[in-house]
């Protein structure tokens, strides 16, 4: 049977190993903060812009219930629609007249 005989590196040796390593290390960790599109830099960025599309999605949500709401009263509320025509569309009722007293009458200023 043979015995392997292991070779021992020189102390200069282990210290180049050893600063490859670090530099190889190193290298690792700056690529996984600073990689494009998968870095932690990125992941912070995604993170903040999740933050932003969430409240915005909340508010949405918020204006969607009040729309819906307002949808309702409309359909099931006469008296809320006829609110809703006479002051937003000017309508009126049959044989009702408009009578205009702020002064800004443009046919008496001919």
Not at 92 to 100: A, G, T
Request: no cysteine; hydrophobic share 35%; glycine share 6%.
């Amino acid at each position: 049977m043979k015995k392997t005989v292991k070779k021992r590196i020189s102390p200069r040796q282990e210290g180049l190993l050893l600063k490859i390593v670090l530099a190889l290390l190193l290298v690792a960790v700056l690529w996984i903060i600073f990689s494009p599109g998968a870095g932690l830099v990125t992941l912070q960025g995604h993170r903040s812009d999740l933050g932003q599309l969430e409240r915005k999605n909340t508010e949405l949500e918020q204006e969607n219930r009040d729309l819906q709401i307002e949808i309702d009263r409309l359909q099931n509320d006469p008296e809320y629609l006829e609110e809703v025509a006479r002051k937003e569309y000017g309508l009126l009722r049959k044989n009702e007249k408009v009578f205009d007293f702020s002064g800004n009458n443009p046919e008496k200023s001919k």
